[in-house]
């Protein structure tokens, strides 16, 4: 069931969004080598909790964190600790999901930590553009599946693995609503986008083979099968009556 959101939900789903880019952008900003995941978690819940918000991940579904810190072949879900320091060369992504006043705004980017190789700067540009394709197909009256069609073509020559264990989502007063949105060509969703429907477009994306396989230990942590470099960006985007409107920008 796809919930066609009201003006006034439209209004706190923009409220939710800006603060959710806003505690990206600050908790980015501490991003440096030699720091801890878990600092920079620590530092987005209490930035959150001061704006009377709440982080969305922690003891969702036994989450145990308040955001998600994925670095190098960690596609998505790594969990913040204290024994994982960034350093020079690695890839990191933050993906933000705050609840504030009811509704969520949910957001992901990607951090260089130092110089990092010239593949991994090429995977995290094409992933960017990527999402972007994907969220210029958005407009009432074209299909769901024109996103992961358009994400797709747009990475086809680069033999990337785009990822398929994880989707972007509806998004609203619950963190994840219908409908799934694959970021990869298929024929399963016949679905049109209407206005007022508000879903997530974050495209993960590997330098190597697309599979992911989950950690037996913590449940969460996705890598990818074969050690290879993984990016991702996300955005909350919200279908308008002659396009979309990202809910997620930092301004
Ligand atoms: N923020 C993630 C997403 O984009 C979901 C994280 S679920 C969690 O959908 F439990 F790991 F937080
Ligand atoms: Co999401
Ligand atoms: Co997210």
């Known amino acids: 069931m796809i919930y066609i959101k009201s003006s006034a939900e439209i209004q706190k789903m ?11 952008h600050e908790t980015g900003a501490r991003v440096r080598e030699g720091i801890s995941t878990e600092s920079l978690n620590d530092f987005a819940h209490r930035y959150t909790i001061s704006k009377g918000a709440i982080s969305a991940p922690l003891n969702y579904k036994g989450f145990p964190k308040s ?27 933050i993906d933000v999901t705050v ?7 949910d957001t992901s980017r990607m951090f260089r930590i130092g110089k990092i190789s010239q593949e991994a700067e090429q995977l995290i540009e094409d ?34 693995g785009v990822v398929r264990d994880f989707t972007g989502h509806g998004i609203g007063s619950y963190f994840h609503e219908d409908p799934p949105i694959p970021h990869y060509s298929q024929r399963m969703i016949q679905e049109k986008m209407r206005p007022g429907m508000i879903f997530t ?42 396009g979309y409107e990202v809910l997620t920008i930092y301004s």
């Open 201 to 242: 477009v974050e495209p993960m994306v590997n330098l190597g083979d697309w599979r992911s396989v989950v950690s037996k230990e913590d449940q969460w942590t996705a890598t990818t099968v074969d050690g290879s470099l993984s990016a991702q960006f996300e955005h909350t985007c919200l279908v308008s009556k002659n």
């Open 14 to 24: 923009r409220d939710a969004g800006k603060l959710a880019a806003e505690v990206l």
């Open 99 to 105: 609840k504030y006043k009811g509704y969520h705004g």
């Open 127 to 160: 992933t960017e553009k990527a999402m972007w394709k994907g969220i210029q197909a958005i407009l009432p009256g074209n299909k769901i599946s024109d996103i992961g069609d358009s994400i797709e073509t747009f990475l086809k020559a680069k033999n990337y």
């Open 67 to 93: 955001i998600c810190t994925s670095v190098n072949n960690v596609i998505c879900h790594g969990i913040p600790c204290k024994e994982e320091i960034l350093k020079n060369g690695d890839i990191l992504n």
